[in-house]
């Protein structure tokens, strides 16, 4: 079964804060993704990369950046937190075959 | 208009009921059709994935796609209290599986 551990289950930050969120997948994929996950509009695309030290801007990848130094690890950084980055955060690896998409439990972010 | 829509209830059954999940969507390139279900506090995870228009059935959930009218649903027979979740639908066009296109959840119920 494919692993996605997020570390960080429940952060509480204060504005102007640099956060980061860990990612790591144990199946050896190329393809990592983040999303933020809000009630009313679902799933939003953040960052995603198809390899290591690549990245990709999603659909709101302001105020947002990503690292990607090892192919198991994709971190998503918050270099100034605001209140309205608090959200769900959601890291997520494809299945290469079907592009089912698997995820960690997620980290809710509050910033204060 | 949103590329996805779904409903976001919540909607609440009585445990033996069926329910009716529905997606509607715009974009016609959409080829491949996923149901994830989301315990609370919990990521996502794939419940049902079919490609191309038709019905797909396991054990109590059948996915049914209708194309030609852009809508897609999710039954489930005979609810069960650990039913109850989020429902999301899922989308995404060929050559380009990963990335999807979600609803934005529909929360459901299932009481004893």
């Known amino acids: 079964d494919v692993k996605v551990t997020q570390s960080s289950r429940y952060l509480v930050k204060r504005t102007g804060e640099k956060v980061f969120l860990e990612c790591v997948q144990d199946m050896d994929h190329e393809n990592m993704f983040w999303y933020r996950q809000d009630p009313g509009l679902g799933l939003r695309l953040i960052y995603f990369s198809y390899d290591v030290k690549m990245k990709e801007k999603g659909d709101i990848p302001e105020g947002y950046s990503v690292s990607r130094e090892k192919k198991e690890r994709f971190s998503l950084i918050l270099e100034s937190a605001s209140t309205n980055q608090t959200s769900m955060y959601l890291c997520?690896?494809?299945?290469?075959?079907?592009?089912?998409?698997?995820f960690g439990e997620g980290s809710r972010l509050t910033v204060l | 208009q949103k590329e996805v829509e779904q409903d976001p209830g919540p909607l609440s059954v009585p445990e033996g009921a069926i329910v009716s999940l529905n997606c509607t969507y715009s974009n016609s390139a959409f080829q491949y059709f996923m149901w994830y279900r989301q315990y609370s506090r919990k990521g996502p995870e794939l419940l049902m994935y079919?490609?191309?228009?038709g019905n797909k059935e396991d054990g109590r959930f059948t996915a049914q796609v209708d194309k030609s009218s852009k809508y897609i649903s999710l039954f489930i027979r005979d609810s069960q209290p650990s039913d109850s979740a989020t429902y999301l639908c899922?989308?995404?066009?060929?050559?380009?599986?990963?990335?999807?296109?979600f609803g934005t959840g529909t929360r459901l119920q299932v009481f004893p």
């Open positions: 899922a989308m995404s066009r060929p050559y380009n599986t990963d990335k999807l296109i």
């Open positions: 079919t490609y191309s228009s």
């Open positions: 997520a690896t494809p299945a290469s075959n079907t592009g089912e998409l698997f």
